[in-house]
T-cell receptor, first 112, second 112 residues
């Protein structure tokens, strides 16, 4: 069976500091990978998705970036965090576009 | 108990009763829908999905109904249990794309 991991689970970072969140998937190959952000009381906002190694599509312009250095690894980064970057970050995978997406446990980021 | 999607974000039901959670979508091009359950502090969990060539699909204790004429989706939970307490999201997909569009969700509370 497939599993998806995210770490860290929680993170408190000062404004202006860098960020690196990691997501890995087990039990499948060549998945589509996604990064979402969920603000309190709001729906999920798609930030990035990837259909293969090194292939990143950005949905929302911002100070975040994503990378996919390995088939089952997806990283969300920032060089300088803003207060508005606080939120719950979710990684998801699917077998392809338009197919069901499965979410990881999430990372709670608080920028102070 | 019954909710009206985004306009009634909370729903309380007695344990053992049936729950109905509603979702209205706006784009007639949406052709694939998923219901997710999200417990506090966790990632969304896939419950059930339905494609636009169907109007009903059943799972274990859950049924999804799709009315394309009025662009309405509902999730019915039979014999609601305390473990069903969570926020429930509908998500819609168009043209087999990578992007799913999520509602803000309905918070279900089961009263023992």
């Amino acid at each position: 069976s497939q599993t998806i991991h995210q770490w860290p689970a929680t993170l408190v970072q000062p404004v202006g500091s860098p960020l690196s969140l990691e997501c890995t998937v087990e039990g499948t190959s060549n998945p589509n990978l996604y990064w979402y952000r969920q603000a309190a009381g709001r729906g999920l906002q798609l930030l990035f998705y990837s259909v293969g190694i090194g292939q990143i599509s950005s949905e929302v312009p911002q100070n975040l970036s994503a990378s996919r250095p390995q088939d089952r690894q997806f990283i969300l980064s920032s060089k300088k965090l803003l207060l508005s970057d606080s939120g719950f970050y979710l990684c998801a995978w699917s077998k392809g576009a338009g197919l069901e997406q499965y979410f990881g446990p999430g990372t709670r980021l608080t920028v102070t | 108990g019954e909710s009206v999607g985004l306009h009634l974000p909370t729903l309380s039901v007695q344990e053992g009763d049936n729950s109905i959670i509603n979702c209205a979508y706006s784009n007639s091009a949406s052709d694939y829908f998923i219901w997710y359950k999200q417990e506090s502090g966790k990632g969304p969990q896939f419950i059930i999905d339905i494609r636009s060539n169907m109007d009903k699909r059943q799972g274990q204790r859950v049924t999804v109904l799709l009315n394309k004429t009025v662009k309405h989706l509902s999730l019915q939970i039979a014999a609601t249990q305390p473990g069903d307490s969570a926020v429930y999201f509908c998500a819609e997909n168009r043209y087999t794309g990578n992007q799913f569009y999520f509602g803000t969700g309905t918070s279900l509370t089961v009263i023992p």
